[in-house]
């Protein structure tokens, strides 16, 4: 979960400098435009390394939420196989 959220925290830093690089670029340098091109390579190069410690770290992320799923919780009462009373009934349904 660490590395999770080390690589987390790395990318929005990286995100929030990218969008600095682009206020930093004339409006018409864009897609295309080899300052623009050269800025997003290197926006690029600096996120693939968090990218991949995601790609190769979120089944951690799966494997708590099934643990989660499947553990008992004193928070709540153990599931009951008889339904519920319905009030008012007084006599019993015919199936």
Not at 8 to 25: N, R, S
Not at 32 to 37: C, D
Not at 44 to 60: P, R, V
Not at 65 to 70: E, F, I, P, V, Y
């Amino acid at each position: 979960m660490g590395v999770l959220h080390n690589a987390l925290d790395a990318l929005e830093e990286l995100h929030e400098q990218w969008l600095a690089t682009l206020d930093g670029l004339p409006s018409n340098a864009r897609s295309g435009n080899p300052a623009f091109e050269d800025a997003l390579a290197e926006h690029h190069a600096e996120s693939w390394g968090y990218l991949d410690d995601w790609a190769s770290n979120a089944q951690a992320l799966r494997e708590i939420n099934s643990a989660a799923l499947t553990a008992p919780s004193p928070l709540a009462p153990p599931p009951t196989t008889a339904p519920a009373p319905v009030a008012g009934r007084q006599t019993p349904v015919r199936r």
